[in-house]
């Protein structure tokens, strides 16, 4: 996600970093150019003429630290301007009763899935989600909400065989509602190729029954300068209380969370990065202005991590990785471990200064499927012991999962360093120590310094003698 707009800030601020001394034509430059980057990642253009006038702003007047590059200064002033603009911090659902969330947006959004998804997400936090099929007009979008809830395992109410008045299929969903009892009500409602009159009056007359706590908003990453009229036209009518901006892992873009957050004033409450019902995240939007810096996010990675280790197995890895058993049959596990976290270009952009490595060849979601069927076109016996692998053996390999023998014996060449790195407990502690806040984490920071005092949120600025950033 915001991949093109990461990679055109990072050239900008690539630009200052290197100078020793920045002018007000540098500066000048500067904010033309990252104007032109939000305007081409389909940021509304008065939400990215609000954001550079922020920056200039605050940047005006305030004299470069002696121990911060002007460069470096000026990426913390944006760092800090975006994420004011994208929320602040984290917004929490209105649960209270009588605990009903409604869900809109447009047709294709992803508005049905995007129910089950907080579903899965509201299971997990202990609650008992109850989905509720209100989409009457597109075919087999009730069928579709009740495949995904029996899957998870979640009551599902949908409207009597042949039901085409909306207002009738809510009241009986309300009657329903009163018979289960207890738990969260999530309302798919239909949607529309356009915001027409007639989508909009039907909205209304759902929002006034259901009396929802939460409004939320469902609305696809690639809506683009659309985006704006969209929220506007939502807002107007049936009052959003929240986004949720879909399909990010597909969009090179992204403005449309801008831009939408910009104009309605509501919160991003979550993002969907994937087509499963696990691949939903609590939008933070300080994390998120990082990762578009290119930053990474490693709180967020750590989390995912977090929630899908398994101890047993991961002590059990340790084990062996002390005795030296390391195998391919390992290697494999830790594939499918990383597959559970999400897309791998995902992953890689949560890591600091990772995010040039996704776009290099061979760092892709398709070599790690190539990596799983060139082990498992194994033996059990070639696996645990790969020394055993002579030339014809790579070649029924290669036969087996219709990859050439190149590629199993490159794959061979980067177990062996990794089991040889393994087998090195001071390289291994020494790489820990790098990731988990040892000196080795300031060299993954991308070129972003550790900010003094002075220059964290809230802190005044030192002045000191020399150039002052101007606009």
């Not at 609000?50 to 470096?72: F, T």
């Not at 049905?112 to 299971?123: D, I, P, Q, R, V």
């Not at 002579?390 to 290669?398: A, E, L, T, V």
Request: net charge positive; proline share 4%; hydrophobic share 40%.
């Amino acid at each position: 996600m915001f991949s093109l707009l990461t990679d055109k800030l990072e050239e900008t601020f690539r630009k200052l970093r290197g100078l020793g001394k920045i002018s007000e034509s540098n500066v000048a430059d500067a904010m033309r150019e990252i104007r032109l980057a939000l305007l081409e990642a389909d940021v509304d253009f008065k939400v990215a003429k609000d954001l550079i006038e922020a920056i200039k702003e605050r940047a005006l007047g305030e004299e470069v630290l002696k121990n911060v590059s002007p460069g470096q200064q000026i990426v913390k002033i944006f760092n800090d301007e975006l994420a004011k603009i994208l929320g602040g911090g984290a917004t929490d659902l209105d649960l209270s009763p009588p605990q009903r969330i409604l869900m809109v947006g447009l047709n294709g959004a992803g508005k049905t899935t995007t129910s089950a998804k907080l579903a899965n997400w509201l299971k997990k936090q202990g609650k008992r989600p109850l989905l509720i099929a209100l989409d009457l007009y597109r075919p087999a979008a009730v069928t579709q909400l009740q495949v995904l809830g029996q899957q998870l395992g979640v009551p599902v109410c949908v409207p009597q065989a042949g039901e085409t008045d909306v207002v009738k299929a809510t009241k009986a969903a309300l009657v329903w509602l009163e018979q289960q009892g207890s738990g969260v009500a999530i309302f798919d409602t239909a949607g529309r190729q356009e915001v027409d009159d007639a989508l909009l009056s039907e909205l209304k007359q759902v929002r006034d029954l259901v009396q929802p706590r939460e409004t939320l908003l469902v609305a696809d990453a690639a809506t683009g300068q659309q985006a704006v009229s969209v929220a506007t036209k939502f807002h107007e009518t049936v009052t959003i209380t929240g986004l949720i901006m879909t399909k990010l892992d597909g969009d090179a873009r992204g403005g449309a969370l801008l831009s939408m957050r910009q104009v309605t004033g509501c919160p991003v409450k979550f993002l969907g990065t994937g087509e499963k019902v696990d691949q939903l995240e609590v939008f933070h939007p300080d994390r998120m202005a990082q990762r578009i810096l290119g930053m990474g996010d490693v709180v967020s990675l750590v989390e995912k991590a977090a929630q899908e280790i398994d101890e047993k197995e991961a002590m059990g890895m340790m084990r062996r990785m002390e005795q030296n058993k390391f195998d391919l049959t390992d290697m494999l596990n830790q594939l499918r471990f990383m597959k559970k976290l999400g897309p791998l270009e995902g992953l890689l952009g949560m890591i600091p200064g990772m995010g040039k490595i996704k776009n290099m060849p061979g760092v892709d979601d398709k070599r790690m499927k190539h990596v799983e069927a060139i082990i498992l076109s194994m033996t059990p016996k070639e696996r645990s012991n790969p020394s055993v692998l002579n030339g014809s053996r790579r070649k029924r390999i290669s036969g087996g999962c219709g990859r050439p023998v190149m590629e199993i014996n490159q794959l061979l060449k980067q177990f062996d360093m990794m089991k040889g790195l393994m087998s090195n407990k001071g390289a291994m502690s020494q790489m820990a120590g790098g990731l988990f806040g040892g000196k080795g984490m300031g060299g993954m920071m991308g070129g972003m310094p550790q900010m003094p005092k002075g220059m964290m949120p809230g802190g005044k600025i030192k002045r000191s003698k020399g150039f002052r950033l101007g606009g």
